[in-house]
């Protein structure tokens, strides 16, 4: 192998690890993208479960279920 055909070889291995590279820069970032919008999710779910009246205790005035 002559040092041409090395360098050929080296600047070709180059290119494809630049554009392995690049796509998976663009993976992580629509990856992140995406974990980033559940956990905004997450957090409105979890402050609407806090607000609920449904998972908390029944208010003191109000009188308890028939089957009691």
């Known amino acids: 192998m002559t040092d041409a055909d090395r360098?050929?070889?080296l600047?070709?291995?180059?290119?494809h690890q630049d554009e392995v590279i690049g796509d998976l820069?663009?993976?992580?970032t629509e990856q992140?993208?995406?974990?980033?919008?559940?956990?905004r999710e997450?957090?409105?779910m979890r402050e609407s479960v806090?607000?609920?009246d449904q998972f908390g205790s029944a208010p003191a005035n109000e009188p308890p279920p028939?089957?009691?």
């Open 50 to 52: 806090r607000n609920s």
């Open 11 to 15: 600047e070709m291995r180059i290119a």
């Open 25 to 28: 820069n663009r993976i992580v």
């Open 66 to 68: 028939p089957h009691y």
């Open 7 to 9: 360098l050929d070889a």
């Open 42 to 44: 997450l957090t409105v």
């Open 32 to 39: 992140w993208g995406h974990i980033d919008r559940l956990t």
